[in-house]
């Protein structure tokens, strides 16, 4: 077989860290929409139109800023199989290499 291609742990080491800081950022956000959400209270009312209202939108408030945080442990995870990844491959490049390598 001619033409292969090459894996540089490395490369994966460095994508692993911006999905690192991607993760922080979306996680940053997640805590500062929750608490700017929490800040403002009960903003719908008490009457009837506002308990309407609140019925329907503190469940996709929730639902927004839960995804937001999901998505945060996603890159966070992603990171690490990128790292898992790298370390497989040198790994692997050490056996190929034999003893001594």
Excluded: C, H, N, W
Excluded at 28 to 50: F, H, N, P, Y
Excluded at 52 to 77: H, M, N, R, V, W
């Amino acid at each position: 077989m001619t033409g292969g291609f090459g894996t540089r742990p490395e490369d994966l080491e460095a994508a692993a860290t911006r999905f690192d800081e991607a993760g922080r950022i979306a996680a940053d956000a997640a805590a500062a929409l929750r608490s700017r959400l929490i800040g403002l209270g009960d903003v719908a009312g008490d009457d009837e139109q506002g308990r309407t209202f609140a019925a329907q939108y503190d469940p996709k408030a929730a639902e927004g800023t839960d995804a937001l945080g999901q998505e945060a442990a996603g890159l966070s995870s992603l990171a690490g199989a990128l790292r898992a990844t790298a370390a497989e491959y040198r790994a692997g490049d050490a056996g190929a290499l034999g003893p001594g390598g």
